[in-house]
């Protein structure tokens, strides 16, 4: 069976008496174009092994069993078992639980993973945010967020949705948007546009973590002066020896310069 159409999506929804929910943020991707293109941006085949974030109606899914990867999804809404179970035929591994309450790095131990997502909005970025800090053996990410948060992923200083995803997605990754996906394509429509990024991890060094809590202290106070929004740290003096100017706010500051400052 194929990526499905909006029209079976509605089909399948209907015969098993399930309504989107919007408090789940249930908008079920309805263009097998959109669908493959996603799968594609994976770059996984046989013998590689994928964790899938909101199976929804296994759409997804099955474009990711087309391309002979392990599937393993995740899906938070037990109405959608059976669904599943026919959409699917045995052919995934579903874990009916809520993602965010799991111990990804437990459960994903041994690398590598590739996580594809189609992401409720109200958890796109901290789920994302996390599996880059703390799950290592999830390698590339390729996951579809509200437009506003792809943005945010790939913001540098100076755009006007740089702050602390955008340093986080800069120390631990390589981050690019491959998509915009318009409302149109969603069951049941939207009121926001999406988007798709593909996030590659990245070496990083020991203190990377420390870099993300300078970040988190300076971006809490964003229109002062470093000196001050990282008084309780580091001092003028010591901003000045890793290279940064005190005077500067934390929205100047690249993730290269958070680095210097956790090194020192």
């Not at 008496?17 to 941006?41: C, Y």
């Not at 997502?117 to 799950?135: C, F, H, Q, S």
């Amino acid at each position: 069976m194929s990526p499905q159409t909006r029209s079976e999506i509605k089909a399948l929804l209907d015969h098993y008496r399930v309504s989107p929910k919007r408090r789940l943020g249930q908008h079920f991707l309805a263009d097998p174009n959109v669908t493959r293109r996603i799968a594609a941006e994976a770059g996984v085949g046989p013998g590689d092994r994928v964790v899938e974030v909101g199976a929804g109606t296994g759409t997804l899914t099955l474009a990711l069993i087309e391309t002979g990867a392990t599937v393993v999804s995740y899906e938070t809404d037990q109405r959608l078992r059976p669904l599943l179970e026919e959409v699917v035929a045995g052919r995934a591994e579903f874990r009916f639980e809520d993602v965010t309450k799991v111990d990804l790095s437990e459960a994903f131990s041994t690398p590598p993973w590739v996580m594809v997502a189609n992401l409720p909005y109200n958890v796109g970025t901290p789920l994302v945010m996390d599996v880059l800090r703390e799950v290592p053996a999830i390698v590339r990410l390729v996951v579809m967020v509200q437009r506003e948060v792809a943005d945010r992923f790939v913001a540098h200083p100076g755009d006007p949705d740089y702050g602390v995803p955008s340093i986080v997605a800069a120390i631990y990754s390589l981050s690019r948007l491959v998509m915009r996906v318009p409302r149109q394509v969603f069951y049941p429509m939207p009121n926001v546009e999406s988007a798709v990024v593909v996030i590659d991890r990245v070496p990083t060094p020991p203190w990377a973590d420390r870099a993300v809590d300078l970040a988190r202290a300076g971006f809490a106070q964003r229109r002062k002066m470093l000196r001050s929004s990282l008084a309780g740290v580091m001092d003028a003096e010591q901003l000045t020896r890793a290279g940064v100017d005190p005077t500067a706010r934390a929205e100047n500051l690249d993730a290269a310069d958070y680095l210097r400052l956790a090194e020192l």
